[in-house]
């Protein structure tokens, strides 16, 4: 399985703070928003990642994370020159993709959770067509929803619902099989002029292929596509980060816990933000 990771858009909700940049790029407390989705693929230990963004945000991405490698992957870079829908993404990955599965994230994602790593790399080789992550809202009328029988199975999915029994609100994380590349160029266009990704998700909730895992109690999921979600996504970090004494989504940190940097690399990269807390912190990490 290989990752795409969908950093396009034009931030519209955030505006004026995105007319001069990518909002995948603003800040959420110590770090830009684009580590923490990142962050997500690698926990589920995938290292050949596709980052899409808009032509002119390209230069900045790779200035903020190069090719990947200072913290042990490969990071591959592709334009979504207008915002045609969420399932162009497989589209313009294909052959990135190759006979490759796709675990695909939206750039505005945060989440955390004690026991992260070990569900999404179980959910990862449980994977049989196209796996959804969901988390209980207190209003789901504000998101795509996934309705579920009574014996548990997805029953419905459905995008911003007047009237619904469900809470679980489906999350910018979504596993797909090899197949979904094709069916993306099938899907037609909806009256917003884009392919809906609610599309996607029905083929193979019809095909009976469609799975459901659950972040429950204990995990914390931010859509961070307004003010408002922003600034309470940087709050939550940084509680965690002054009380238990760990960052999140340090992808140094990651990379050497996986195996994929050895502790020089994380010393070098630490002298590289020697004046700040961050360079300390991977001090410490290389110590451990």
């Known amino acids: 399985m290989k990752g795409i990771l969908l950093a396009g858009g034009n931030g519209s909700r955030l505006h004026p703070s995105t007319h001069a940049i990518s909002k995948h790029l603003l800040p959420i407390y110590d770090k830009p928003m684009i580590y923490y989705s990142l962050s997500i693929l690698m926990l589920a230990n995938i290292r050949e990642i596709l980052l899409i963004t808009k032509p002119e945000d390209t230069a900045l991405f790779h200035r903020a994370l190069g090719d990947g490698s200072k913290f042990g992957i490969s990071l591959n870079y592709a334009i979504q020159s207008e915002a045609n829908g969420i399932p162009e993404s497989l589209k313009i990955g294909k052959h990135f993709l190759g006979g490759d599965d796709a675990f695909l994230v939206l750039g505005d994602n945060v989440i955390f959770g004690d026991g992260l790593p070990a569900a999404l790399r179980l959910a ?67 009256d917003r002029g884009e392919t809906e990704l609610v599309d996607l998700i029905s083929y193979y909730l019809c095909k009976g292929k469609l799975q459901n895992k659950t972040f429950g109690r204990g995990f914390a999921w931010f859509d961070t596509g307004t003010h408002s979600s922003l600034l309470e996504a940087s709050q939550f970090v940084e509680t965690i980060e002054r009380r238990q004494g760990y960052k999140v989504a340090c992808l140094e940190e990651i990379a050497y816990s996986n195996g994929w940097i ?27």
Request: overall charge positive; glycine content about 8%.
């Open 262 to 288: 050895d502790r020089n690399e994380v010393l070098k990269r630490a002298e590289g933000f020697s004046k700040n807390c961050y360079g300390d912190y991977l001090c410490n990490v290389a110590k451990s």
């Open 124 to 190: 990862k080789g449980q994977n049989k067509g196209c796996t959804v992550f969901t988390y209980g809202v207190k209003d789901p009328r504000r998101y795509g929803v996934l309705e579920m029988t009574e014996k548990g199975d997805p029953k419905s999915v459905k995008e911003k619902p007047i009237k619904t029994n469900s809470r679980l609100a489906i999350t910018g994380l979504y596993m797909f099989s090899n197949e979904a590349i094709d069916i993306s160029f099938e899907l037609r266009k909806s």
